[in-house]
């Protein structure tokens, strides 16, 4: 593992690195496949926008972004942010992509979540991660209910994804969800 920050099951999570951006990372964001339920993909990804992002992210305390990295193959199948960070309410909003689509359905996006809640409640003392999904999106929408995300309600047509307008599904892990997992799982 190189520089690991979050070390999950068979992932670990890194920050994000200058050379990550010349990898496969940069077409992850062009191809219409992976974006399909995303906002990215509108205009085609460059340099410039990828080097503003990480400039932005060095040293920031209100985004964290966070590379996903298999440990096997040290190789970085994707990211995952917290955004948005509000350090009064206590609160952060999820993002998370894996970008190498022969790593999708495997299992990593809810190991990611399920570390970056952990590191969320245990560490920064939040108490609530949002997440907004296309209603479409059935393995993000999955992934974060099996981390024990709950669905609190839709944005009408806020997305314009595929040829058409669709929900928002927003969804929330409490730390008191969280928490209640936890001693569940332990039963
Ligand atoms: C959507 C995405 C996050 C799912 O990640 P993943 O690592 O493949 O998800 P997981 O393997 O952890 O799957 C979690 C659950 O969802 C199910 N699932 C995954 N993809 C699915 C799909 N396309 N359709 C139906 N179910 C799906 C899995 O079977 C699993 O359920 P199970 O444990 O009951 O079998 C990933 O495909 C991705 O990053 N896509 C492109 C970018 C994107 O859409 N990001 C999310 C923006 S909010």
């Given at each position: 593992?190189?520089?690991?920050?979050?070390?999950?099951?068979?992932?670990?999570?890194r920050?994000?690195?200058k050379?990550?951006?010349e990898?496969?990372?940069?077409?992850?964001?062009n191809?219409?496949?992976?974006?399909?339920?995303?906002?990215?993909?509108?205009?085609?990804?460059?340099?410039?926008?990828?080097?503003?992002?990480?400039?932005?992210?060095s040293?920031?305390?209100?985004?964290?972004?966070?590379?996903?990295?298999?440990?096997?193959?040290?190789?970085?199948?994707?990211?995952?942010?917290?955004?948005?960070?509000?350090?009064?309410?206590r609160s952060?909003?999820?993002?998370?992509?894996?970008g190498?689509?022969?790593c999708?359905?495997?299992?990593?996006?809810?190991?990611?979540?399920?570390?970056?809640?952990d590191?969320s409640?245990?560490?920064?003392?939040?108490?609530?991660?949002?997440?907004?999904?296309?209603?479409e999106?059935?393995?993000?929408?999955?992934?974060?209910?099996?981390?024990?995300?709950?669905?609190?309600?839709?944005?009408?047509q806020?997305?314009?994804?595929?040829?058409?307008?669709?929900?928002?599904?927003?969804?929330s892990?409490?730390?008191?969800?969280?928490?209640?997992?936890r001693?569940?799982?332990s039963?």
């Open positions: 593992m190189h520089n690991p920050f979050l070390v999950a099951n068979r992932i670990y999570m920050r994000l690195e050379e990550d951006l990898g496969n990372y940069f077409q992850w964001l191809d219409q496949t992976i974006t399909k339920w995303m906002r990215h993909g509108a205009f085609p990804n460059s340099p410039e926008s990828m080097n503003a992002f990480y400039e932005n992210l040293g920031s305390k209100t985004d964290i972004v966070l590379a996903i990295v298999l440990k096997e193959q040290d190789r970085h199948i994707g990211n995952i942010g917290l955004h948005s960070i509000n350090y009064v309410f952060a909003e999820i993002g998370l992509i894996i190498e689509t022969d999708w359905g495997k299992g990593y996006a809810a190991e990611a979540f399920s570390a970056i809640a590191y409640f245990k560490k920064l003392n939040l108490n609530r991660i949002a997440a907004g999904v296309v209603d999106n059935i393995g993000s929408i999955r992934a974060l209910e099996k981390t024990g995300y709950k669905k609190e309600g839709i944005l009408r806020a997305y314009f994804c595929d040829g058409q307008y669709h929900d928002c599904v927003n969804l892990l409490l730390h008191s969800d969280w928490l209640a997992g001693a569940h799982e039963i």
